[in-house]
């Protein structure tokens, strides 16, 4: 099984609303990643959490919060967005640091619209 | 500077070919090679992966081949089929340094149609 869950698929929101993505997965995985993907270009990563700490930020505005609140689950809190923060968020997880052969699998992703 | 290039935007294959995607990497410091394949409005979906230690991984109609030395990937795709459709994007993946995580660098992508 290699299922990442993602909640909720579609999500609109105004530039002063608060929203939170949700990112689930049963895998025994140790790292989670939150990645955005505009259309027609490679997802960027945006945090990286490795045995639920934060190991990267690539520098990523702080209008995006993520959180590790277990190892199976990962939010990515969405405050005060702008429009051009619309895309498609992705969350992976992969079984975790130290592994040269690490594979990440995604989610399917929450399409975010920022009016 | 692009570190994993995917050179064709696009591809179009008769079903029943061979589909063949290419990729070159910059970074000698990649050691572990993946293909995610992509439809519209989902994640990637995992495909086929190769260590820098191998030359060749097969799985199914899936194959990768790995030329170290050019620092460049292809995948196979023997017989394509109109389902095989999609983006597919090469991934290379490196330790990220000081933060013990590897992470994955992407090629842009290269849309395949296989045409029935």
């Known amino acids: 099984d290699t299922e990442v869950t993602q909640t909720p698929k579609h999500l609109v929101m105004g530039m002063t609303n608060k929203k939170s993505l949700k990112c689930e997965q049963h895998m025994g995985h140790r790292a989670m990643y939150w990645y955005k993907q505009k259309a027609k270009k490679p997802p960027e990563l945006m945090f990286v959490y490795s045995y639920e700490k934060l190991s990267i930020n690539e520098s990523v505005p702080s209008r995006f919060s993520p959180e590790c609140p277990n190892s199976s689950l990962l939010n990515l809190h969405l405050h005060a967005l702008q429009p051009e923060d619309s895309a498609l968020y992705l969350c992976?997880?992969?079984?975790?640091?130290?592994?040269?052969?690490?594979?990440?699998?995604f989610g399917p992703g929450t399409r975010l619209t920022v009016l | 500077d692009q570190q994993v290039k995917q050179n064709s935007p696009s591809l179009s294959v008769q079903e029943g070919r061979i589909s063949i995607l290419n990729c070159d990497y910059t970074?000698?410091?990649?050691?572990?090679f993946l293909w995610y394949k992509k439809y519209p409005a989902e994640g990637p979906t995992f495909l086929i992966s190769i260590s820098s230690i191998k030359d060749k991984n097969e799985d199914g109609r899936f194959t990768v081949f790995l030329n170290k030395s050019a620092k460049h990937l292809s995948l196979h795709i023997v017989p394509s089929q109109p389902g095989d459709s999609a983006v597919y994007f090469c991934?290379?993946?490196?330790?990220?340094?000081?933060?013990?995580?590897?992470?994955?660098?992407f090629g842009k992508g290269t849309k395949l149609s296989v045409i029935p």
């Open positions: 992976a997880s992969s079984q975790g640091p130290g592994d040269s052969t690490d594979t990440q699998y």
């Open positions: 970074n000698s410091m990649f050691d572990y």
């Open positions: 991934a290379a993946s490196a330790l990220y340094s000081g933060a013990g995580s590897y992470q994955l660098t």
